[in-house]
């Protein structure tokens, strides 16, 4: 069983920047393709960013895109999201997500079905 635990979101203002972390307990990190969802309350819950298991490749929502970086760093089994030039739309509880399976190392996912293991999130609030 693999446990996902979020940290770094809280209330910042536009313009700010926040790095979100995921740290993973138990299976086999390594492995796993990973990704960033967020959603907001009577909303779906939508691709932020995702990463394949080797890191190298990488899949953006184009209302991120040049402004959040995912990455990770398989040493210390943790996943980031860097987000900067926040906005109040970005405004959500952002969860990480883990896909478990047999993917070659540029393998990413933007599906919510994809995933296998879900964190509990943690609420990013942007202000004006």
């Known amino acids: 069983q693999v446990h996902l635990a979020e940290s770094g979101g809280g209330f910042v203002q536009a313009g700010d920047s926040v790095r979100l972390s995921c740290v993973a307990f138990?299976?086999?990190?390594?492995?796993?393709?990973m990704g960033w969802f967020r959603q907001v309350a009577g909303k779906n819950r939508d691709v932020v960013a995702a990463?394949?298991?080797?890191?190298?490749?990488?899949h953006y929502a184009d209302s991120v895109k040049g402004r959040f970086t995912i990455s990770r760093d398989n040493t210390k089994n943790t996943l980031y999201l860097q987000m900067n030039s926040l906005r109040p739309e970005d405004t959500a509880l952002y969860y990480c997500?883990?896909?478990?399976?047999?993917?070659?190392?540029?393998?990413?996912?933007?599906?919510?079905?994809?995933?296998?293991?879900w964190g509990h999130g943690t609420q990013v609030t942007v202000s004006t």
């Open positions: 138990g299976g086999t990190f390594t492995s796993y393709a």
């Open positions: 990463i394949s298991w080797g890191g190298r490749n990488t």
């Open positions: 997500a883990a896909a478990a399976g047999y993917y070659s190392a540029s393998d990413y996912f933007t599906s919510i079905d994809d995933y296998d293991y």
